[in-house]
């Protein structure tokens, strides 16, 4: 068993900066695929960026060179820095844990599910 806790979303104005964190309790932490995902309202829940357990990184095509995906093995935390936010990214945000099978970028490669931190962007 895995369980996520999500943190660090908030208010911020267009262009601003904020850090999420995800912190897991289990075992197999160091072994999982962590993802980050994020759902609108109404909207389908959306890839984010993911990270092995090697720490190797892939984010989604628009995302890339705005948002950093990290992760620190020894506190059981994973981190997503986004910068150059915009009102459109407005959503809920979750962290995802799997067992590194399937796509990173499929939901359905994901086993565990943290209940998300509200990001909301103002223009």
């Known amino acids: 068993q895995v369980q996520l806790i999500e943190s660090g979303g908030g208010l911020v104005q267009a262009g601003g900066s904020l850090r999420l964190s995800c912190a897991a309790s289990?075992?197999?932490?160091?072994?999982?695929?962590m993802g980050w995902f994020r759902q609108a309202p109404g909207k389908e829940r959306d890839f984010v960026a993911a990270?092995?357990?090697?720490?190797?990184?892939t984010y989604a095509d628009s995302l890339k060179g705005r948002f950093t995906i990290s992760r620190n093995n020894v506190k059981h935390t994973v981190y997503l820095h986004m910068n150059s936010l915009k009102p459109e990214e407005t959503a809920g945000y979750y962290c995802g844990a799997g067992l590194g099978t399937g796509l990173v970028y499929s939901r359905s490669s994901y086993t565990y599910w943290g209940q998300g931190t509200q990001v909301t962007v103002s223009s």
């Open positions: 990270i092995t357990w090697s720490k190797s990184t």
């Open positions: 289990g075992r197999t932490f160091s072994s999982n695929t």
